[in-house]
Each structure stands twice: as C-alpha cells, then as structure tokens.
C-alpha cells in the first residue's frame, strides 16, 4: 500500500494511505481527544472531540484519511476553543458522580474533561432537568441514561460486531437517548445480552452488573465450548470477578458470547463439584480421580464381556476442547463401539 508523509504538531509522520489523521496521530504519540471512536468500529464523527486544523480548515480526525504533504495542527486557540465548548456540553448533560461510578478512573470522559479542563461551577446553569430511571432488570447489565454521552458505540458495536441491531438513537433534543425498538428494558428486546457493547461503552452508561474491579487478570481460554475463544478473568481476592475477551486471539478477536463473558460465576459457587461422586447404596460419595475412573473402566469391561462392544456408549461435553472430545472418540472406538455422540457444535 502507498505510504502517505505528513506532519502533526511538527512530528513528520508516515502511514499508510487511508488511515485516518486521528489513527495517525494516535499511532504515533499524539494525543486528540475522541469519545465516538473506537478501533473496532466504523467511524460516525458524532462527539466533535476530535477536531484538528489542518491546512487552515478544521476538519473532524476521525472522518478524514490522511493526504500527502498534509500539515495538521492539535491544538490551535481555534480547535482548543471549539473543543471545550463540544466537551462542556457533553458534561453539562452528564451525571458526574465519578466516585460511586464503576468506570472512576478507567472513564474516557474523566480522561478528556482533565485534558480539555473543564469547569464544572460554569456548567450549572446547563444541567437538563430530571433524572431518567436506571435500567437494572437485566441480569448481566446495568444502563445508565444518565451517564450516557450519545457516542452511539453501543449502536454501532451492536450492528457491526454483533449483528444483532437491539438498539438505537431515539427521541430527539435533550430527550435524545439510546433504545431499544419500543423503549422497553433492555431484557425485553432481541438483545442477545453478549455485552460487546458494555465492553466498548466509553463511559459508565452501560456496566455490568455484578462486576468489580480486578486486582489482576490470567488469560486463558473459554471452557464453555469447542471454539476456544480467547479470554483473561478478572481476579480479586482469588474469587474471579469478570471476563474480558482477548483481542490477540485469532478465534474471538476479543468477542466472547453471553456464557463467556458473564457465566463465570459457576467457577466459585459453593455447590459446584470439585472431586468426583460414586453411588453406594443410594447415596452419593466423594471419591478420587483414581477410584472413579478404575470403577468407570471396570463397568465397561462388565458391559462389554455381557452384552458386546456395541453395548457400550459414549456422551462427551462441549465443555471438554476439541482435542479432548477427539481422543474421546478414539477411546470410545478402540473398545470397538461407534455409538459416540457430544455437544460441542454449538
Ligand atoms: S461515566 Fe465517567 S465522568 Fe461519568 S460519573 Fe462515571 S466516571 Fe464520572
Ligand atoms: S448486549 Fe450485545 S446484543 Fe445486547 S445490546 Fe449490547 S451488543 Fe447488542
Ligand atoms: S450507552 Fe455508552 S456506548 Fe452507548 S451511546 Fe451511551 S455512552 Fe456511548
Ligand atoms: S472521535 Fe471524532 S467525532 Fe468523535
């Protein structure tokens, strides 16, 4: 591909033709405010954070592709100015109780009120009047109206990424919020609930529920089922805490499904199995590894001396990978049954 010479705030830049003077920008250590953009997804210009001059016109950086020979300007008196008042009335609109938000401190409107530095008191004046009611009835999601900067990534993630299309802009005027198709809760709609959208929502609009902050993260892969999607859980006092999906993964590139991305909780509950169960005499008891799987083994044998390989069956679990469920089936064919059957297409 053609490579493109151009500079931003006297940095002599070359990219590749096409990419946008934000992404250049970013590439190369220049900080541009922006809300509405997100590497994943296309472009839509909405939050206007992102102005720059460049040539003696302001253009939006996210919109436009690089040009040869371009000179681009971040921070003129101009772009600073039309910056502020973009950022003013965003904040202005906005919930801002930042300590008792799950996104304090990992919040891209924090991140840019500092840079642009914003005075709150001027804004008071501007505050819309009412609060909107907080979307809680969903299991894994929490949205917060209130918080939301009308970024649309949410929009955008939802059609592009997830192919589901559960919401959009509605209303119009300070009454402007993201729906779902009647207004209804988010549980109610064709949301598939993967989350994409909590994961990319710039702000603390959209959270889930049950989430905390982790203390660390271990990357690993799903066990929910043969695609082996790439994730890291998030830990805190050895308890895991969330799920994000890896985005170096060639199989997910960072999505996951409801199951991944919420349907963690199994791992820590208090009932789940860790040692494996016999039934003796009605009532089942722990046992080892070694004892359960010799009493498996002596069962096929018994079954296959009575009645024939064909006796035998085997039910994998899609939990298993797909190696597993592979050597599965050889084990299963070695004692000379075909009767073998799993639920890993999912
Ligand atoms: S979304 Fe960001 S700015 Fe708004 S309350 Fe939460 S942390 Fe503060
Ligand atoms: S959770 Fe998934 S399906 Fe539901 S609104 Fe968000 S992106 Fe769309
Ligand atoms: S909910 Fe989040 S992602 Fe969606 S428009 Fe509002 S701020 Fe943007
Ligand atoms: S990031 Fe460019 S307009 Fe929002």
Known sequence: MREVNLVIDDVQIVVPEGTTVLKAALQNGIYIPHLCYHPDLKPAGVCRLCLVEADGRMLVSCHVAVAEGMTVRTNTPEVAKVRRVAAELLIADHDAACLSCGKNNSCKLQEIASFVGIDRDRLEGLKAPGRRPVDRAHPFIVRDHNKCVLCGICVRTCEEIQGACAIDYAYRGYATK????????????????????????????????????????????????????????????????????????????????????????????????????????????????????????????????????????????ARATNESNYLFQKLLRSLGTNSIDHCARL
């Open 178 to 317: 993201i729906s779902t198709f009647g207004d209804k809760p988010l549980l109610e709609s064709v949301c598939e609930s993967c989350g994409e959208c909590v994961a990319r929502c710039p702000v603390g609009a959209l959270l889930p529920k049950n989430g905390a902050k982790p203390a660390y993260e271990v990357k690993t892969i799903c066990g929910y089922c043969g695609c082996g999607c790439g994730i890291y859980l998030g830990v805190r006092g050895g308890i895991i805490v969330g799920v994000r999906g890896d985005s170096s993964s060639p199989v997910n590139q960072g999505n996951l499904c409801v199951k991944g991305r919420f349907g963690y909780q199994f791992i820590n509950h208090a009932d789940r199995l860790t040692t494996p169960l016999i039934k003796r005499e009605g009532r089942f008891e722990e046992a080892s590894w070694e004892e359960a799987l010799d009493l498996v083994a002596s069962k096929f044998w018994e079954l296959q001396e009575k009645y024939g390989p064909e006796a035998l069956g085997g039910l994998s679990s």
